[in-house]
């Protein structure tokens, strides 16, 4: 292979997988806190895009992008009150079903918004016809945008779960929920944050990456299958692990268009699925016991 094009293939594997390792790191936040995997992930990456391509049009595009964040976290802590708080140790199976109706939902509501029309935010340095050289390959400067503040987001995440109080709290839940409600700590609260945190951070993803990717309704879906494969494939709850398993979804797909059809690439993230699912369950890099936040 042309050494120029390898590096173009690596670094568009190396950008779409830290998308869907922040999508899996936003299963993981909710997982860990509650014991809920949340098929609504997707939705939160799609709301954050739309939003701030509304916004966009009365306001500058970084206040656009963080009041479409703020929109966003303000949806997610409404699912878990009005959907999930009132609920008494609901069994996972209706857990998942309630969370892919609300998914269904929100994308209908977006559908009667914003219509099938494709959006785009604006390449927040140039345009889609600029490009700068790194080893060789060609990309546009929003690929080092999303990487950047993806890298950004694991790192801050990591930092807030080990320095901050909210952090420790909900790692105290995380490890166990009793013990921590007995040290005085409102178990109620740190869930509904777990929510506006993974819907937060879902949101930015899907601000930075519009502008390549483009938003539309329903991308939502498949954005929600490869991050729950990425969250499996490092092991659900290791949060850590789900970056190193997001590159390494994302080059796997960039690559294999060397190989199948493009047509067929949707299939390798399904395909990588049920592999782990059948041959390890709990992951490359997670243990048979689900691991927690403390491994963020």
């Not at 977006?110 to 099938?116: M, P």
């Not at 105290?172 to 944050?193: D, Y």
Request: proline share 3%; hydrophobic share 55%; aromatic share 10%.
């Amino acid at each position: 292979m042309n050494p120029d094009l390898f590096f173009q293939y690596l670094l568009a594997g190396v950008t779409y997988g830290f998308l869907y390792a922040i999508v899996a790191i936003g299963f993981n936040i909710i997982y860990n806190t509650t014991g809920i995997i949340n098929f609504a992930q997707g939705e939160f990456v799609m709301l954050g895009g739309m939003f701030a391509i509304s916004l966009n049009n009365v306001l500058p595009l970084p206040l656009a992008i963080a009041a479409a964040v703020a929109l966003t976290m303000i949806i997610g802590a409404l699912l878990e009150v009005i959907f999930i708080r009132w609920l008494k140790s609901p069994s996972v199976l209706r857990m998942i079903i309630i969370t892919i109706g609300l998914s269904i939902i929100i994308r209908e509501l977006a559908l009667h918004f914003w219509g099938e029309t494709v959006y785009s935010l604006p390449y927040f340095i140039g345009n889609e016809l600029s490009t700068i050289t790194i080893l060789g390959a060609k990309v546009s400067p929003q690929v080092l945008w999303v990487i950047g503040v993806s890298t950004i987001m694991v790192t801050a995440l990591s930092l807030f779960f080990r320095f901050t109080s909210i952090g420790q709290q909900m790692r105290a839940c995380s490890s166990n929920r009793l013990a921590a409600q007995l040290c005085g700590i409102n178990a109620k609260n740190m869930v509904t944050f777990s929510f506006m945190l993974s819907a937060g951070i879902g949101a930015l993803a899907g601000c930075v990456i519009s502008p390549i990717t483009y938003t539309q309704y329903d991308i939502g879906p498949g954005l929600a299958i490869k991050g729950f494969t990425v969250a499996i494939l490092g092991g659900l709850g290791n949060s850590m692990a789900a970056v190193i398993a997001g590159l390494l979804l994302g080059l796997i797909e960039s690559f294999s268009i060397t190989v199948i059809p493009l047509a067929f690439q949707e299939a390798v993230s399904i395909s990588i699925l049920l592999l782990i699912l059948f041959v390890r369950p709990h992951g490359l890099f997670g243990r048979s016991e689900t691991a927690s936040l403390k491994e963020f």
